[in-house]
C-alpha cells in the first residue's frame, strides 16, 4: 500500500518504516516493558490488532508488523514470502532493533510464523518466547485442494496483471461482507472498510498470492512435538476457515499447549470482541510469568 495513505490506518500515530536487511517494514510500537510481537495473518495487516494493542500497551511495550509484501511493508524480494523465510527475516529485523519478544502472538497463518520464530535456531530472545495463536492456520488442505491450491496460487502470482483483476474484482463492498461473513466472523462497517481497502490494493493481494504460493508447513507440523515454548490456542467456536479441531489436534501433539474456546465468534475473533480477547491475553501472560 502507498505509505501516502499510512495516516489514515488504524493507529497511525504508533507506524514508522524500518529497513531491514531485506524489506522494507511498517512497524507500529507502543509501550514499555516487556516485549509482545504482534503478526498478522495471510491478507491482513496491523489493523487486525488495532484494538488490542494500545490496551496491551498499557503495561508492555508492544510491536506489531505488517508482513512482507502486505499492508504497508514494502518486499525487498520476491522469493522470501515463503514460512521459514518470513520467520528468518523477521528475526533479523528483531535482531537489529533490539527486540527480545517475551510473547508472540499470531493469527491465522500469522500463528504458524509465530510458532517458527520461538524455535530455538531463530528465536531473537535467546529462549523460547510465550506464544498465543489465535485460530492456528496448523492445518493443510485437505483432498484435491491441497493439491491444487499452491499450484493455483504459483500460476496466479506468476501472470502479469493478476492481482490487479483480482483487487478490483474484490474489493466490492457486498462481496467483502460476504468474504468476511464466510470465516463465521462479524465485523462493523470500518472493519469491513478496512479489508475492502486491503483486497482493493494490488501490491498487497500481490503479497498474499506470493505467501500463499511458498507456503510450506509440514516441516514445522514434524517438529510441533518438540516444540520448546509454552502455547496457548485462542479458537472461535464459529471459526469456519480454521476448524476449531485443528488447533486441538496440533494441543495434542504438543508438550506444553493450551486451547481456549471462544463463543460465538468466528476466524477474525480477536476483531470482533477485542476487550474479551485482550482479558484472555492478559490473564494468559500473568500465569506464565507467575
Known amino acids: ?131 498465543i495463536g489465535i485460530n492456528a492456520a496448523l492445518a493443510q488442505f485437505k483432498g484435491l485442494a491441497g493439491l491444487l491450491f499452491p499450484v493455483m496460487a504459483k500460476a496466479l502470482a506468476a501472470v502479469p496483471f493478476t492481482a490487479s483483476l483480482f483487487s478490483g474484482a474484490s474489493s466490492n463492498p457486498e462481496r467483502i461482507k460476504a468474504l468476511i461473513g464466510s470465516t463465521g466472523s462479524d465485523l462493523d462497517a470500518p472493519g469491513l472498510a478496512l479489508y475492502r481497502r486491503l483486497v482493493g490494493d494490488r501490491n498487497h493481494v500481490d503479497g498474499t498470492l506470493l505467501m500463499m504460493a511458498q507456503w510450506k508447513l509440514d516441516p514445522l507440523l514434524a517438529r510441533l512435538p518438540t516444540h520448546p515454548s509454552e502455547v496457548h490456542f485462542l479458537v472461535g467456536e464459529r471459526d469456519t476457515t480454521v476448524p476449531p479441531d485443528v488447533s486441538e489436534k496440533a494441543a495434542a501433539r504438543m508438550p506444553n499447549a493450551t486451547v481456549h474456546r471462544l463463543a460465538g465468534l468466528g476466524h477474525l475473533a480477536h476483531e470482533e470482541r477485542p476487550a474479551e480477547t485482550v482479558a484472555l491475553i492478559r490473564q494468559i501472560i500473568r500465569k506464565s510469568s507467575s
Not at 511498517?26 to 490488532?49: D, F, N, P, R, V
Open 1 to 131: 500500500m502507498d505509505w501516502s495513505q499510512i495516516e489514515t490506518w488504524p493507529n497511525s500515530d504508533l507506524s514508522r518504516r524500518g529497513q531491514g536487511p531485506v524489506h522494507r517494514w511498517h512497524i507500529q510500537e507502543k509501550g514499555a516493558g516487556q516485549t509482545i510481537l504482534m503478526l498478522h495473518g495471510a491478507g491482513g495487516s496491523t489493523h487486525s490488532y488495532r484494538d488490542l494493542m494500545p490496551t496491551l500497551a498499557e503495561d508492555h511495550h508492544v510491536v506489531a508488523l505488517d508482513l512482507p509484501g502486505q499492508g504497508f511493508t514494502q518486499l525487498g524480494a520476491r522469493h522470501r514470502c515463503g514460512l521459514d523465510a518470513m520467520a528468518e527475516d523477521i528475526a533479523h529485523l528483531c535482531a537489529q532493533e533490539g527486540w527480545a519478544p517475551a510473547v508472540i502472538i499470531g493469527h491465522s497463518a500469522g500463528a504458524a510464523v509465530a510458532l517458527r520464530l520461538a524455535e530455538s535456531d531463530l528465536s531473537p530472545r535467546g529462549q523460547a518466547p510465550l506464544v
